[in-house]
């Protein structure tokens, strides 16, 4: 009989050998035939192998597993545009000829998507973002001629780094990872006539870090724009503005905070937007569903007829809070931003569309099932 010793030795070896397949494994014919991206080196679109997506296991295990080693690139940037909005292409700090062969155009707005801790570029909420600015480019459902002539769309993938599993080594990078995000903006400024006041950044948890420490490496020029979606509270919350998120990162900074365990209870920047009151949102029982639905109402901001719209707040430290509803009404997010200053609550509804536009203040009451308070948080 084999002792437990033995059993726990079968056991390990057992995780590591497809630990080792994961990370060494390619791309497989059959994968291909499947996936009409596969031969799309920057598809935002995941690959599955036993239900799993490969790419991010892959990054994952190497922080985990010694003889593996690690990437020197920290942080790659994949344009997509209107005419190739599925298969990016990457731009390199510092390769002119990769700049002029990548369809890049400064005449067409910028804006930088940033995902967050244990995520990578080929999120859902990532590809969600990239899409719904994208969509803008289309002609309407009534055929309206397109908002948009087009974007610039530059999706931040962190994932070598965001894959380690421990966060506050993670949360050490983000100044490093501000620096080469600002030498990129730097770089298209140069060398494609980028205007600075043409970039938003889009930062989602630690990403909205990342895209503060851009904003204060890149003075004295300034980006116009910096949505902060539930920026990371843990490590972050009793710093001095000089090392977290705040108003003087862009000329205009408004956070959207849907979580108190992942994000922040004290206002962010110029605006600072309360779905819900911030702390727990509705339908949200698994823990960290709070904080990822921060994506899914920006998305909304931008693709939304209704729009997500709210009065200015005043939040109290006892847990109490008075809406200035005489103020009128401010809608959060969108495109283009709309600088405002203060503090402003929305109510969404319990799942998608979550919208309520101008009708919120004449919703009903949730039932005892769509309570606000989950468990979550």
């Known amino acids: 009989m084999i002792s437990q010793l033995g059993r726990i030795g079968v056991i390990s070896v057992s995780i590591l050998a497809l630990t080792a397949l994961i990370v060494a494994s390619p791309t497989t014919t059959e994968e291909t035939a499947l996936n009409p991206n596969a ?6 679109i995941k690959s599955k192998t036993l239900g799993v997506d490969p790419s991010f296991w ?15 690139s920290k942080m790659q940037f994949i344009l997509f545009k209107r005419d190739f909005a599925d298969c990016g292409r990457e731009l390199l700090i510092g390769d002119v000829e990769n700049l002029k062969n990548s369809g890049f155009d400064a005449r067409h707005p910028t804006r930088i998507v940033i995902h967050g801790w244990m995520s990578q570029s080929k999120g859902s909420h ?7 600015y994208l969509s803008l480019t289309h002609p309407g459902l009534n055929g309206e001629p397109p908002r948009y002539e087009d974007f610039n769309v530059i999706v931040c993938d962190w994932s070598k780094i965001s894959t380690n599993v421990n966060y506050f080594e993670v949360a050490k990078t983000v100044e490093d990872l501000g620096a080469l995000l600002a030498d990129l903006v730097r770089h298209l400024h140069l060398e494609a006539n980028l205007h600075y006041d043409d970039v938003y950044i889009i930062g989602h948890s630690l990403g909205a870090q990342i895209a503060g420490s851009a904003g204060k490496q890149i003075q004295p020029y300034k980006f116009n724009t910096i949505y902060a979606l539930d920026p990371a509270g843990p490590q972050f919350r009793d710093q ?4 977290r998120i705040d108003a003087s ?13 992942f994000g922040f209870e004290k206002p962010v920047g110029h605006a600072t937007f309360y779905p819900n009151y911030g702390k727990n949102q509705k339908k949200c029982y698994v823990y960290g569903c709070s904080h990822k639905r921060s994506h899914d109402y920006f998305v909304e901001t931008l693709t939304s007829p209704a729009g997500f719209w709210g009065p200015r707040c005043e939040r109290h430290d006892d847990g109490t809070w008075i809406l200035l509803l005489s103020d009128g009404e ?7 931003s709309v600088p405002k200053n203060g503090t402003f609550y929305v109510k969404t509804y319990a799942k998608p569309p979550y919208a309520m536009g101008h009708r919120w203040q004449t919703e009903p009451a949730p039932r005892e099932d769509e309570d606000e308070n989950s468990t979550e948080e």
């Open 126 to 132: 990532i590809r969600k973002v990239k899409n719904a």
């Open 330 to 336: 401010f809608r959060m997010g969108g495109e283009p």
């Open 249 to 261: 990162d862009a000329s205009y900074v408004e956070s959207i905070q849907t979580s108190v365990s």
């Open 58 to 72: 892959k990054k994952f295990f190497k922080h985990w597993i010694p003889f593996v080693g690690s990437s020197r």
């Open 240 to 243: 001095t503005d000089e090392y």
């Open 39 to 44: 031969n799309c080196n920057y598809t935002l």
